[in-house]
């Protein structure tokens, strides 16, 4: 599955990480216990383009996007900025790893959509990435 073949991908280009894993969504990855610097893949959704044949075979073009949740946690900086240093250099780490991997022969290479801080506080940093690729589906 994809997921996984990403959170592979990560796991064996970046080290030094905490938790990592795949998850549902971000509140199944806050129940648990997370060792910092932590990465979890979350599958977000899928869009197919419709048939681009008139006869016969049925094709489509299948877009996919993840999110890459990442979070790091220093306390040292009073206004977060320590902590935001930290998770400036995961996600370039992390980016290091997926910009340009294609998960397959089949998967087109990977792109980042968007990213954005979903939460500072205490201390703690939590970003997401949402990366798309996108495969030719035959039947």
Request: proline share 3%.
């Amino acid at each position: 599955m994809l997921t996984d073949l990403v959170l592979a991908r990560i796991t064996s280009q970046v080290s030094g990480l905490g938790s990592t894993g795949i998850a549902a969504n971000l509140a199944a990855i806050k129940r648990g216990t997370t060792k910092f610097p932590a990465v979890f893949v979350v599958p977000k959704n899928r869009r197919g383009t419709g048939n681009r044949y008139m006869t016969g075979v049925v094709a489509q073009k299948r877009e996919v996007r993840i999110q890459i949740v990442m979070a790091v946690r220093n306390i040292s900086g009073v206004t977060g900025s320590k902590a935001i240093t930290d998770i400036e250099q995961l996600y370039d780490l992390i980016d290091g790893a997926l910009f340009g991997y294609c998960p397959s022969a089949d998967h087109d290479p990977m792109m980042l959509e968007s990213g954005q801080m979903i939460e500072l506080r205490d201390g703690e940093c939590w970003w997401v990435d949402e990366y798309v690729t996108a495969f030719d589906h035959r039947v």
